[in-house]
């Protein structure tokens, strides 16, 4: 079996991991009707993107690319040159949302520095001057009102091609173009493609879960934020407690948690209070039994401790939320026993295939719940 040092970690855009071992689900993307398609090209001039920018009508900030902070004022003035120059940038992307307002899910870092150079208020930032430019070094330390009247007209007149895809698009078909698109420097996670196209009360939902307490010491803080890997965590756990592991028909797994999450939208109110019980209850059940060591590969007593295993974080979580109080107690109590049975698990070739590759797998996801929970019934019983 794999060391630690042999599994492979998912990292951040810094190359920082992430604390989550790399997943490959095995995806098989449903195929689609093509008249569901609705893309439209709008050619806008930078004059009328302000405009919505500043109307809140394009959303500049979405969380995934917060993180990432902006390019530095060499790269920003760089595209102000190109600007310019006359010369063609890449399209933006944009996804429509029901009161018409658009999520940029390519093109943020642009538009950002457009609304940097030539209205800063905008983005609560000061005036941006430009630097490093080659061509056009005479305007190095220019901001935008110090430019000749007619290149500042030039920048205002210049238009920008933008793909909006329409609100009345399939969630699932917009997950395929974005990402399909999804070639930027830096690329979306699977969880920041869910976050740009489903609005509504699941993004927060999964964020304040991700945060909690419980949620953290369970993961012994070691699961970083930055690429929504927390996020995903969490969905995949409501996505089991909404549809249960035997009712889990389809290899689209990326599929399953979009609609998951569009369910999350959806929810009454006591069922999301109920599920956000039994999510804490879970957590704290993982602490009692596996301390810091939850959701972790194991395969030996004392060998090197691996990064969260997402498969088994979500089997491990949903079954212990699946278990009476009292059953979460003998587990607790048979700590030993239950840790003693995950390492021998580990050890089976079919359950170590179904937690490693190809995990969206109906078999592999009805093998691995199967038994974990034939595990924790087997203790519970003889406890």
């Not at 930027?184 to 927060?204: D, F, K, M, P, Y």
Request: proline share 3%; glycine share 6%.
């Amino acid at each position: 079996m794999a060391a630690a040092s042999d599994v492979d970690e998912e990292k951040t855009t810094q190359g920082i991991p992430t604390g989550l071992e790399a997943e490959d689900t095995g995806d098989i993307e449903q195929p689609f009707d093509p008249e569901d398609i609705d893309v439209i090209t709008k050619p806008m001039t930078v004059d009328l993107l302000l405009s919505r920018i500043g109307s809140h009508a394009i959303n500049l900030q979405p969380d995934f690319q917060r993180r990432w902070g902006i390019w530095d004022a060499k790269r920003q003035s760089r595209l102000i040159e190109s600007l310019l120059l006359r010369i063609p940038v890449p399209s933006l992307y944009a996804a429509e949302d029901a009161d018409d307002d658009w999520e940029i899910v390519d093109g943020v870092q642009r538009l950002y520095t457009i609304c940097h150079f030539i209205e800063a208020s905008v983005i609560d930032e000061s005036a941006l001057s430009l630097t490093g430019l080659k061509t056009l070094g005479t305007f190095n330390g220019r901001t935008f009102t110090s430019l000749p009247p007619k290149l500042q007209r030039r920048l205002r007149e210049t238009e920008l091609v933008v793909h909006v895809i329409r609100k009345g698009t399939p969630s699932l078909v917009k997950y395929s173009i974005f990402e399909r698109i999804n070639t930027g420097s830096v690329v979306l996670s699977a969880q920041e493609l869910r976050h740009a196209i489903t609005r509504g009360r699941a993004r927060g939902l999964l964020a304040d879960w991700a945060s909690s307490n419980e949620f953290k010491q369970a993961t012994d803080n070691s699961v970083r934020s930055d690429r929504m890997g927390d996020r995903e965590l969490v969905l995949r756990f409501i996505a089991f407690r909404l549809t249960p592991s035997q009712s889990y028909k389809t290899a689209d797994f990326d599929g399953f948690l979009l609609r998951a999450m569009e369910e999350l939208n959806t929810l009454p109110k006591e069922r999301l209070e109920t599920l956000r019980l039994e999510f804490t209850n879970a957590m704290e059940a993982a602490v009692g039994i596996f301390g810091i060591d939850a959701f972790r590969k194991r395969y030996s007593h004392g060998s090197a401790r691996h990064p969260i295993n997402k498969a088994l974080f979500e089997t491990i979580s949903v079954n212990l939320a699946a278990a009476s109080g009292d059953m979460q107690t003998k587990l607790i109590a048979q700590a030993e026993r239950v840790r003693n049975g995950i390492l021998e698990l580990c050890n089976d070739r079919s359950f170590e295939a179904a937690i490693s590759q190809g995990t969206g797998d109906v078999a592999k996801v009805r093998r691995r719940f199967e038994m974990v929970a034939g595990l924790f019934e087997r203790v519970s019983r003889h406890a």
